[in-house]
């Protein structure tokens, strides 16, 4: 079975940077993914990870360590719209997204 | 990236009726569609996989014959909630995964069923 663990919330503020961690225990593994999604909405694609490895992308980063089963999502120059739920999300064996819980993340002013 | 649309976007009704939910990929062809669930401060539940031209593959807890699935496009999945109650009341999204986008699901706006 897939276990999916991520803090419930998080604070930060504006300008600064955050980074939400998440572990995972899968019996297969076709590479990890990051949704963010506000309240009321569809999550919408963040970043993919299936190497080891740090991804770039603007101000979002993802990194991956397969042999921890560990992931980080990080967000740099925080602004308010960053606050929303952030999904971390493993792919399995047949590809169905198994989602953690959601850390909801609350950027003050 | 990918654009996947969902109608309706929110549907009210009652107990007894069936509710059908369209999901469609605009812009490619999504070989397979899921089907998630999410209820309020919760995390999205996969319901079932839909692959164009066979049944779909349903998640273990989830009813066949409550929630029908056919894809039957490349570009088109619906979801039937039949005879819904009102604990069907949930947030339906649909996802697809097309041939050349490297494995990544696009998520469609989501539909709101509330059962009265």
């Known amino acids: 079975g897939q276990n999916i663990d991520q803090p419930t919330e998080m604070t930060a503020t504006e300008g600064a940077i955050v980074q939400i961690n998440c572990t995972y225990q899968t019996s297969g593994f076709n590479g990890l993914f990051w949704y963010q999604q506000h309240a009321g909405e569809a999550p919408t694609f963040l970043s993919y990870n299936v190497l080891d490895g740090l991804e770039e992308k603007g101000r979002f980063s993802s990194f991956l360590s397969r042999s921890k089963g560990y992931s980080y999502l990080l967000l740099k120059e925080l602004q308010m719209k960053d606050s929303a739920s952030y999904l971390c999300?493993?792919?399995?064996?047949?590809?169905?997204?198994?989602f953690g819980s959601g850390t909801q993340l609350t950027v003050l002013p | 990236g990918a654009v996947v649309s969902q109608h309706p976007s929110r549907v009210i009704c009652k107990s007894g009726t069936s509710v059908k939910i369209e999901c469609r990929s605009l812009?490619?062809?999504?070989?397979?569609m899921f089907w998630y669930r999410q209820f309020p401060k919760q995390s999205l539940m996969l319901m079932a996989t839909?692959?164009?031209?066979?049944?779909?593959?349903?998640e273990q807890g989830v009813e066949k014959d409550k929630f029908l699935i056919n894809h039957a496009s490349l570009t088109l999945s619906t979801l039937t909630v039949t005879s819904a109650h009102p604990e069907d009341s949930s947030f339906y999204i649909c996802?697809?995964?097309?041939?050349?986008?490297?494995?990544?699901?696009?998520f469609g706006p989501g539909t709101r069923l509330t059962v009265l």
């Open positions: 839909s692959n164009e031209g066979s049944k779909a593959t349903y």
């Open positions: 812009d490619f062809q999504a070989t397979t």
């Open positions: 999300a493993v792919s399995g064996s047949a590809r169905q997204l198994t």
């Open positions: 996802s697809a995964e097309g041939q050349g986008v490297t494995d990544t699901q696009y």
